[in-house]
């Protein structure tokens, strides 16, 4: 059974994904800062659980940004049932992020979508560091390039974002948030001491973060230098910053980042640094392809009230492949009249639909990826409503 996670499920929601710490950071972040319901914050999301004998199996939640956070300890099988469970959300879903297993699975069904353009389909390498004491820079042996890292501040973001811009083209990772958000993205971050930066006299060259937080567990991310500064040690200088400061000042007792498998480079940095790689991880990203507006539209009401939106063709027509719901119709001063509804595979084949039914002027089609059992549904919703003369069961 899945469900919305309520108040009073936090204590065994936050039990579940502390059972799969290193990566469920992003669902634990978000969860304590936000809650479980959606609000404005981009970061926000309905939280939804995933119960199987009374024991909550698997977590997740579709933030307002469009990424949907997963965790479910590798359980593949939940994939297709918790893509259907977030066709309820206005949301649409641009990208998965969590355990590889799981993310994987929800990629390739996204991925069964015309509609669907994927950009990012990265397999990432989790790394895991304890900290100690000992991590503490003392600032008389401080490196050279050390003695110029300094947490950011709020000041900063006029140098920190064309940096962050860099890195995020550099990975084609997605902005997802207007200039607006971003600058106050950052500048929330850096009050809390969690951006990091390099300086070359006045220049900001190296950059990285704390992108999320829980308990005593910090995750690095948005590590980046400039090209033309970089195998000088900066991005070295900025973790060594991060681990220091996220014991002595955070107080954290390990920390978790992920990097590209093939990143060879960063790898080799991290290792270098003590993180020891624990799993794989998955960030994944894509758009959506804007669809052109037919000519016609009509509104259907559902007997549960729901309204289904469906484009208008003549009839015969044909039309272009992809699963979806029909309703053969026939249209008499300005009424529409239901004849069949029903649903399809692939809409294509419906040219061949061996309808009984005479006076079929039009098809009403709706183009629809989910799976077969809920797009019987709308056909049920639909029919309690509509019932064509003839129809006793699901097409």
């Given amino acids: 059974m899945i469900r919305d996670v309520c108040q009073s499920d936090l204590e065994r929601v936050r039990a579940f994904l502390e059972a799969h710490l290193d990566s469920s950071l992003f669902l634990l972040s978000n969860l304590a800062a936000y809650g479980p319901a959606v609000g404005e914050h981009p970061n926000s999301g309905t939280y939804r659980l995933v119960e199987e004998g009374g024991h909550t199996i698997a977590v997740f939640c579709l933030t307002r940004r469009g990424t949907l956070l997963v965790q479910a ?14 066709e309820s959300d206005p949301i649409e879903i ?43 820079i003392n600032e008389r042996e401080a490196s050279p390039q050390e003695a110029v890292v300094r947490p950011l501040g709020p000041e900063d973001f006029a140098q920190w974002e064309p940096l962050n811009t860099a890195y995020l083209m550099e990975l084609n990772l997605p902005w997802q948030i207007s200039l607006e958000q971003r600058q106050e993205e950052f500048e929330s971050l850096a009050r809390e001491h969690r951006w990091w930066g ?27 230098t400039a090209p033309a500064s970089r195998r000088m040690g900066w991005s070295r200088a900025v973790m060594r910053a991060i681990i220091s400061d996220s014991r002595s000042r955070h107080h954290f007792d390990r920390l978790v980042l ?30 959506r392809r804007s669809q052109a507006l037919t000519q016609e539209r009509h509104k259907w009401a559902g007997h549960s009230g729901e309204i289904y939106t469906y484009d208008i063709h003549e009839w015969p027509t044909r039309l272009s492949p992809g699963p979806g719901n029909f309703i053969l119709a026939s249209n008499a001063a300005g009424l529409w009249r239901a004849l069949l509804i029903g649903e399809s595979a692939d809409l294509a084949e419906l040219r061949w639909h061996p309808t009984r039914h005479q006076g079929v002027t039009h098809v009403h089609v709706r183009l629809n990826f989910n799976p077969v059992a809920v797009r019987r549904r709308e056909v049920s919703d639909l029919a309690s409503r509509w019932r064509p003369p003839g129809q006793d069961a699901v097409v």
């Fill in 258 to 287: 992920f990097t590209g498998e093939g990143n060879r480079g960063a790898r080799l940095l991290y290792e270098s640094l003590g993180f020891q790689f624990v799993d794989t991880f998955a960030l994944l990203f894509g758009s």
């Fill in 73 to 86: 300890g590798g359980r593949a099988s939940l994939a297709e049932a918790i893509l259907e469970a977030c």
């Fill in 94 to 136: 641009t990208g998965v992020i969590g355990e590889w297993s799981t993310a994987q699975v929800l990629w390739r069904l996204l991925c069964d979508d015309p509609r669907f353009v994927p950009n990012v389909n990265t397999r990432d390498a989790l790394y895991a560091r304890p900290l100690t004491d000992a991590d503490v």
């Fill in 198 to 224: 390099a300086f070359d006299g006045r220049s900001l060259i190296s950059i990285g973060c704390l992108n999320a937080v829980y308990g005593r567990l910090g995750q690095v991310g948005g590590v980046y």
